[in-house]
Structure formats: C-alpha cells, structure tokens
Nanobody, 126 residues
Framework: QVQLVESGGGSVQAGGSLRLSCAASGDIPSYYCMGWFRQAPGKEREVVAHIHRSGGDRYYADSVKGRFTISQDNAKNTLALDMNSLQPEDTAMYYC???????????????????WGQGTQVIVSS
C-alpha cells in the first residue's frame, strides 16, 4: 500500500516562494505518474504538474508555467514542487498523488491517480 504525506505549505505574501514536499512510503512502480493537484475553496480540484517516475517529460498547467517546478528523488521516494512568484490565486489545498497512467497521459497532465495524500494548505496574501 502506498502512502503519500505532503509538507511545506504555509502562508506567504504575493511574490514569495514555497517548496512543497511529498514523502512516499511503499513501492511505487517505475511506470507510475506522480502529480501535484490543488483545490481552492468553492472550486474543483485541478492538476498543477505531473512527472513520470521514469523521468522525462513534465506537465504544467498554464497557470503555473514558468513559476512552478516539479521534481522527484526516486532514491528517497520524494516528490517536490517549487513554487515561485506566488499569487493570491495560488491559494489552495495542494495534494500529492500517484497513478498508473502511461507516459503519454502523464505528459498531458491527465493521468488517472490511485493514491492521494492528505494535502497541505498554501495561502498567498496580497
């Protein structure tokens, strides 16, 4: 059984930066896709970024391109999201996820996800 635990959320002023981390326990196959999602109050959950476990293509939502960077350390079983130039509209609960989607789906940002973390809150004030 895979468990995902996020950390690193917090409150920051607009223009600031945060680094989210996701620690995974259990075996995550190399063909899995890892992702970050977010959900703001009153809004649907949306994909933020994806990266395939085997490396290669990353996917970013248009709203975060050029500001956020997804990375992973497979040896440590961790996933990270570096968020720069944060804006109030980035305020949301951020979730780490892992799923069996193939490389193509992962690179498109629409991989199905099987495992989810509990989320970490990010608040950006203007």
């Amino acid at each position: 059984q895979v468990q995902l635990v996020e950390s690193g959320g917090g409150s920051v002023q607009a223009g600031g930066s945060l680094r989210l981390s996701c620690a995974a326990s259990g075996d995550i196959p190399s063909y899995y896709c890892m992702g970050w999602f977010r959900q703001a109050p009153g809004k649907e959950r949306e994909v933020v970024a994806h990266i395939h476990r085997s490396g290669g293509d990353r996917y970013y939502a248009d709203s975060v391109k050029g500001r956020f960077t997804i990375s992973q350390d497979n040896a440590k079983n961790t996933l990270a999201l570096d968020m720069n130039s944060l804006q109030p509209e980035d305020t949301a609960m951020y979730y780490c996820a892992a799923g069996w989607g193939g490389r193509a789906a992962c690179s498109r940002g629409d991989s199905p996800m099987d495992y989810w973390g509990q989320g970490t809150q990010v608040i950006v004030s203007s």
